[in-house]
């Protein structure tokens, strides 16, 4: 009889190289011979806010059904991947796995939901360890527990999107990735349900990251044939080893659930708080721009930081009295700022009106009037008639904000934001069958290009 097991794998990568979604796919491919893949492996962002975290804060769930001895075949060589390609040799990589057998509990999708926007301590994660159906495994302080529990018990059933993950030979780590520009350009132009492959404005490719980990590229979409389409349309200049599509919580803003009032803030956590502008936005140097926000609780200081580029000119036009929303992470106080919250996305709910004043008009020859001088009233400089009455003329001035959400460009935009791309996107009925996820695998297996 077969029977489900959820594996949840986190913190196995390191700044210097290595990467979860890389040993995953290698765990993937030894065990396709045994088991049968009920979805695709799941890449759970969690608050991207964590102190401890290396990269994009993501772990990986897989989740298959098999015999009881495919299964056990499946746990240890899960475990045996983990120990040969985590960077065990890093103090700040502390590798953890969970092992979920049948159903996933209530207690672990609400440790799922928390870990998006909350601190959560590795003893909160350790009583799991007392479920009949849960087995935790940890390497060194065992932090990974935490995020791997949390992929686990996060089953995309609402939002979700995808991506397709390429990874290159081991002598490129670390090296310029060789790729056909232009081809990436023709993909993302005859791909519209991917998003984000290029920020145009700023004339950068999106796709291929920067560091020394073992990723290619990553296309992101609304399908899991669009961002397969999307990459048989690009031409890499290298050799490509493996390829994977991962369904995932990327840009859904799913981190954004709770509110807090500003006397709650606490650092590192992921919120959404609302508050009138106390003072007019400022620039500070590195040309971050700051401004404080306060409601009937505190007030705190804003930041939207350089490389969030025109983001920092809208958000400048804001005044005191504007009220609005502020999605984002609380930054720790230092010794050269207070607590402070890290915008990611603003939306201005609450204009305040400004005003312009003019000299008004003369009476008998339609002449624009003077200053008579200081509690003189006006002087018509044509007639010489003299107004002691006469008010100023007010004018509306137009603002250069709107009531509408804002949010940086593409280049600053984190793994959970959503672009508006996707704001009016249908996200329904999207995630696949076991046979549809199955053969999609097989295909991906047998071909690395």
């Given amino acids: 009889m077969k029977k489900v097991l959820h594996i949840g794998i986190d913190d196995t990568d390191s700044l210097k190289g290595s990467c979860t979604t890389h040993l995953a796919t290698v765990i993937i491919n030894e065990i396709a011979n045994q088991v049968d893949f009920l979805d695709f492996p799941n890449l759970i962002r969690l608050n991207p806010n964590i102190p401890y975290k290396t990269r994009g804060n993501g772990a990986v769930a897989i989740r298959v059904d098999g015999e009881e001895k495919d299964l056990e075949n499946a746990r240890e060589l899960v475990i045996r991947k983990v120990k040969e390609m985590a960077k065990l040799d890093d103090e700040n990589t502390n590798p953890g796995i969970a092992f979920l057998s049948d159903e996933i509990t209530s ?26 159906n849960i087995d935790l495994v940890k ?38 990735r060789l790729i056909d520009r232009d081809s990436i350009i023709a993909a993302d132009k005859a791909t519209p349900l991917t998003f984000s492959n290029v920020d145009y404005d700023y004339n950068s490719i999106m796709i291929t990251p920067r560091g020394a980990d073992p990723v290619f590229t990553g296309i992101r979409g609304e399908t899991a044939e669009e961002v397969m389409k999307a990459w048989c349309i690009i031409k890499p200049l290298e050799e490509i080893t493996m390829r994977m599509i991962f369904r995932t919580n990327q840009h859904t803003n799913q981190h954004f659930v709770k509110e807090f009032k500003i006397n709650e803030l606490k650092p590192h956590l992921s919120i959404i708080t609302q508050g009138k502008v106390s003072k007019n936005p400022y620039y500070i140097e590195g040309s971050h721009l700051i401004f404080p926000i306060k409601d009937n609780t505190g007030e705190i200081d804003c930041a939207a930081y350089e490389p969030t580029k025109k983001f920092r000119g809208e958000l400048n036009n804001l005044i005191i009295g504007d009220e609005v929303t502020v999605f984002g992470g609380v930054r720790p106080p230092a010794e050269k700022h207070p607590l402070t919250i890290n915008i990611e996305r603003l939306r201005v709910d609450i204009l305040e009106k400004t005003f312009s004043y003019e000299n008004p008009f003369c009476d008998e020859c339609s002449a624009r009037l003077k200053s008579a001088g200081k509690n003189k009233g006006y002087k018509c400089h044509k007639c010489s008639a003299v107004y002691r009455n006469k008010k100023p003329i007010e004018k509306l001035v137009p603002r250069k904000l709107a009531l509408q959400e804002y949010l940086p460009p593409i280049i600053a935009h984190r793994h959970l934001t959503r672009p508006r791309s996707r704001e009016k996107r249908d996200n329904s009925n999207k995630q696949k069958s076991k046979e549809d996820v199955n053969k999609i695998l097989n295909l991906l297996f047998s071909s690395s290009k």
């Fill in 107 to 132: 207690a672990v999708k609400e440790f799922s939901k928390r870990a998006l926007w909350d601190i959560i301590s590795i003893p909160e994660a350790e009583k799991f360890n007392s479920f009949a």
């Fill in 139 to 176: 390497f060194g302080n065992g932090r990974g527990i935490i995020g791997a529990l949390g992929s686990i018990g996060n089953p995309l059933n609402d939002d979700f999107t995808y991506e397709h993950l390429t990874y290159r030979s081991p002598e490129k780590y670390g090296t310029k």
